[in-house]
C-alpha cells in the first residue's frame, strides 16, 4: 500500500496483458483484499498468511514467476520475498526478476540467500545501476540487464479542478507539492525535531520566496504523521495542505500537472514529477533515488543532514528561476527511459516461449 509499489505493479499488469492476451494473472500479495479491489488480476494470496502446503500448488500451476519490481531485495526482508522463488525453483518454474532494486544487503545470510536465489533465475533485470553492482559483488552468475522503473510508464488521470477544491487546496497562487518520509537514513545525523526543523524552514521558504501553497503529498499512510509533523513546526503553517491518502498512482501523476515544483524524497514522488515534466528537487535518502536522478541528468545535490538548512534552499532558489529549462531536461530525457522500462516484459516473457512451446508439444503427443 506504498504508491510507488501500487504504480509498479498496475504497470507490471498491464505490460504482461499487452503482451499475452489472455494472461491470467496470480498476485502474491502482503494485502490481498486491497490488490483485489485495486488491480485487474485473476488471482490473489497473501504469501505471509498462507502456509507452504496452499502456496505450493499455486506456484506450481504457473508458467513464470516474476519477482519485483521495486527494491525488495534488502536486509531482514530478503529471504521473505525470495519465498515464493525458492519454491518455484525447485519445482522447475521459471524465475525472472521484474526491474527490482536490491540492497542494502550488509548481512551475510542475507546475501548468501540472494546470490542463491538469483542465479537460479533464467534472467534478472533491475532499474538501477547501483542494483547491478550489488548483485555482481556478491557474485551472482547470471547476466543482469539494466532497464528502467516499470513506473515510468503509468499514463496521468486529470486531477481536477473539483478534486483540487475537494481536497481543500486553494487555487490562485503557485503550488509546489512536498513529499516528506521518516528520518532513517535521509537524514542520520540530526534529531528527530532537528530534521522536521529543518523540513519546515525550506517549506515556510518556498511559501515566503515564492508566494506559493505548499502541498504535502502521502506517499504511504506513515508520511502522512511525518507531514503534520513538519506542517507543526512551520511559521506559516496556514499556507501548507495536506493531501489524503486516498489517491491512486495514476491520480497523482495528474496533480503533478498542477505543481511548480515538485520537492521530494520519495523516489515515486519523484518519477511521478518527471513523468508529467514538473522541475522537481530531491532529497536522497538511497542510493536508488540518487541513480534515478543520475539517469535524468540532474545531481543529488540537496541534503538535509547538516546543521542549517541553507544549502538546500540554495538549491530551492536556482531550481526556481531554471525551472524552464529543468522541464526542457526532462522532455529530453524521460522518453529514453520509459524505452527502457518497456524492455522488462519483453525480456521476461522471452522464457516462457520455450516453456509454452514444451506443453504444447507434450499435449498433442498426449493426445495422439
Avoid: C
Wanted: no cysteine; proline share 6%.
Amino acid at each position: 500500500m506504498n504508491l510507488g509499489d501500487e504504480a509498479i505493479l498496475t504497470s507490471a499488469i498491464e505490460q504482461l496483458r499487452a503482451a499475452v492476451p489472455g494472461v491470467e494473472v496470480v498476485v502474491f500479495s502482503r494485502n490481498a483484499a486491497h490488490t483485489r479491489e485495486n488491480h485487474a488480476v485473476d488471482r490473489v494470496l497473501n504469501p505471509r498468511e498462507a502456509m507452504k502446503d496452499e502456496i505450493t500448488p499455486e506456484v506450481e500451476r504457473l508458467d513464470l514467476l516474476l519477482l519485483g519490481g521495486g527494491g525488495i531485495l534488502y536486509d531482514s526482508e530478503a529471504q521473505t520475498y525470495l519465498r515464493e522463488v525458492t519454491i518455484a525453483q525447485r519445482l522447475g518454474v521459471p524465475t525472472y526478476t521484474f526491474a527490482i532494486g536490491v540492497g542494502p544487503l550488509k548481512d551475510r545470510v542475507e546475501r548468501d540467500a540472494v546470490r542463491e536465489g538469483l542465479d537460479r533465475m533464467t534472467g534478472i533485470t533491475v532499474r538501477e545501476p547501483s542494483a547491478k553492482r550489488l548483485i555482481e559483488e556478491i557474485g551472482v552468475q547470471v547476466p543482469v540487464t539494466v532497464t528502467a522503473d516499470p513506473a515510468l510508464l503509468l499514463k496521468p488521470e486529470p486531477f481536477t479542478e473539483e478534486m483540487l477544491a475537494e481536497a481543500g487546496i486553494p487555487r490562485g497562487r503557485p503550488l509546489v507539492g512536498l513529499s516528506v518520509r521518516e528520518q532513517g537514513a535521509a537524514a542520520p545525523d540530526l534529531t528527530d525535531a532537528a530534521y522536521h526543523q529543518l523540513l519546515a524552514e525550506a517549506a515556510d521558504y518556498i511559501v515566503q520566496r515564492f508566494g506559493a501553497d505548499v502541498v504535502f503529498v502521502p506517499m504511504e499512510r506513515a508520511d502522512v504523521r511525518e507531514a503534520h509533523r513538519v506542517m507543526g513546526r512551520m511559521a506559516v503553517s496556514e499556507r501548507a495542505h495536506l493531501l489524503q491518502y486516498r489517491y491512486t498512482p495514476r491520480q497523482i501523476i495528474g496533480l503533478m500537472d498542477h505543481f511548480e515544483m515538485a520537492v521530494g524524497m520519495r523516489l515515486h514522488f519523484l518519477i511521478f514529477a518527471a513523468i508529467t515534466g514538473t522541475p522537481l528537487i530531491a532529497l536522497p535518502y538511497a542510493s536508488k533515488v540518487s541513480d534515478f536522478l543520475s539517469s535524468i541528468g540532474l545531481e543529488p545535490r540537496a541534503t538535509v543532514s547538516h546543521t542549517t538548512a541553507g544549502t538546500f534552499l540554495a538549491d530551492l532558489d536556482r531550481l526556481w528561476d531554471h525551472r524552464a529549462e529543468q522541464k526542457g531536461l526532462l522532455r529530453d530525457r524521460i522518453p529514453v527511459l520509459m524505452e527502457r522500462a518497456r524492455e522488462t516484459a519483453p525480456l521476461a516473457l522471452q522464457t516462457v516461449a520455450p516453456r509454452a512451446e514444451t506443453a504444447a508439444k507434450a499435449a498433442a503427443k498426449a493426445a495422439e
